[in-house]
C-alpha cells in the first residue's frame, strides 16, 4: 500500500474515532441537561394539604400533595381519593358544575349533612371545580350540617 493510501485511510480512522467520539460526549451531556431540567420541573410543582373530616373523631390528612399550577380542587381531591383507596362519588349539575355527593359512605343529605370544604380555615365561595389550588392551601373537607 502507498504511502498516501495509508494516510488518508489513518486520516480518515481518525475522523471517525474524533466523530463518535464528540457524538458520545454530546448525547451524554443532551441526556444529563434533560434530567436535570426534569428534576427542576418536579421541585417547582406546587403542594397542598387535603383533610377529609368525616365526623368529629374521624379524619384522614393527605400532606405535601403535589399538583401542577392551575388545577383545580375537585381535580386534585379525585386523584387523592382514588390513589388513597377512599370511595369517591360526584354529581355534575351542569352549569353549577360537579359537586362531590359521597366520600367513604358519608353521602350528602343524611341527617342533614353535606360535604363542604374551607380553604386555609375559611368556608370557600365557589365551588371547588372552579377553585384553582394554590401553593401551601390546606384544604379540609367536612361532613357537617349547616
Known sequence: MSKNIRNLLFGVLVLIVVGVGAWVYFSKNIAEKSLDSTKQVSELKDKATIIFSFDENESKKFENIEFNRGENLLAVTQRVAKNS???????????????????????????GKYWQYLINGKYAEIGASAYELKNGDKIEWQFKGQ
Open 85 to 111: 383507596g377512599l370511595e369517591f362519588e360526584t354529581k355534575d349539575y351542569g352549569d353549577l358544575g360537579k359537586l362531590i355527593t359521597k366520600i367513604e359512605g358519608k353521602e350528602n343529605g343524611t341527617d
